[in-house]
């Protein structure tokens, strides 16, 4: 696969990584023998950069990460984490360097090792991006060399502006994909003449975007896509992209019909995003081989013709824009 340096920090990435929210909880049952396997199977096809955070599975995730990565010995890929919703109440206030330090010593148990490649904050309330306090401290957490670099990850492209004027956030990463065009138009240009890496999450929309789901579609009792539709748990931004369920069905349907000949929805989704040069990485996640192995496939598909990108705006900006531009 194709490596690119991710911002300024010196590492190399893949384009498309592993997002491993799912291998950790609230997407319903993953078995650990399912999990390990998917994310084998992405690292397997080339991929070099996971996405984690400490709350997946309240450390499952990070865990998983490294009995993996025990087992297959060589070149570490890049691992991003996140600190920081462990914290409750969830409050600005609660943002302090010693709270932070202690995720990232969680997070390097639940990782073995002695120093995260990445640790980003995990979608605090708005004010702590515009804290220099806070990110002082993680300048002092970098300082005794138990992070290498630190990031941000945001719902909103509001907050991602006010957090990469820090001069120590070197990625920021946010939702972009068919149904989140934004970012593109208010954030990008920003990053790319800062040189901050940009993490592309969520991209197939919880699942949407993969052309699977239909109205009669229906989810564990511990699947966000089930609990979180409304932002019952956190911001419903992160539950299919913040896109009313029908709506989205809606435009799956216009979408799908721009899929090249021989190309999965999923691959076209993915190939998309990859469309956009400001984007470092794109993350999307995986419960099997299969999955990981569909998602590595969008790496060998040529461009995207200039009309179907044309199309797919004009599907976003007519039925998806009217609910989501607005809100993040």
């Known amino acids: 696969m194709q490596q690119i340096p991710f911002g300024r920090t010196g590492r190399m990435t893949t384009r498309l990584g592993f997002g491993a929210w799912a291998i950790g909880g609230t997407w319903g049952e993953v078995s650990l023998q399912d999990a390990k396997a998917a994310l084998h199977a992405a690292l397997d096809a080339g991929m070099t950069f996971i996405d984690t955070a400490d709350v997946y599975g309240d450390g499952r995730s990070e865990r998983i990460i490294r009995e993996v990565l025990a087992e297959r010995g060589g ?4 691992v991003a984490t996140k600190a920081g919703r462990r914290l409750n109440p969830h409050v600005a206030e609660a943002y302090t360097g010693a709270a932070l330090e202690g995720f990232i010593d969680r997070s390097l148990t639940n990782l073995g ?4 490649d990445l640790v980003q904050l995990h979608c605090p309330p708005t004010q702590v991006y515009s804290s220099p306090e806070v990110f002082a401290a993680l300048d002092a957490i970098k300082a005794k060399g138990k992070i290498a670099d630190y990031g941000v990850s945001v719902e909103t492209v509001e907050e991602a502006r006010a957090a990469i004027v820090h001069p120590g956030v070197v990625s920021v990463q946010i939702i972009y994909n068919l149904f ?11 990053a790319r003449a800062r040189n901050v ?14 052309g699977k789901m239909s109205a009669a579609s229906q989810f564990a009792a511990d699947d966000h896509r089930s609990f979180n539709r409304n932002g019952e748990a956190f911001d419903k931004g992160e539950t299919f992209s913040g896109v009313p369920f029908d709506v989205a069905l809606a435009a799956v349907e216009e979408l799908r019909a721009l899929a090249p000949a021989g190309a ?13 040069d400001a984007v470092t990485v794109v993350i999307p996640g995986a419960k099997s081989p299969a999955q990981a192995q569909g998602n590595a496939a969008a790496a060998d598909m040529p461009p995207l013709q200039a009309e179907v ?8 900006a007519r039925l998806v824009a009217p609910h989501v531009q607005h809100l993040w």
């Open 75 to 78: 070149d570490a890929p890049f």
């Open 113 to 116: 090792v002695e120093r995260l």
């Open 180 to 190: 989140r065009m934004k970012p593109a138009e208010v954030l990008f240009p920003e």
């Open 197 to 210: 890496a940009v993490i592309a999450r969520v991209p197939l929309a919880s699942g949407l975007l993969t």
């Open 264 to 276: 999965t929805m999923a691959a076209f989704a993915l190939r998309w995003i990859l469309m956009e």
């Open 309 to 316: 990108m044309a199309a797919a705006r004009e599907v976003y």
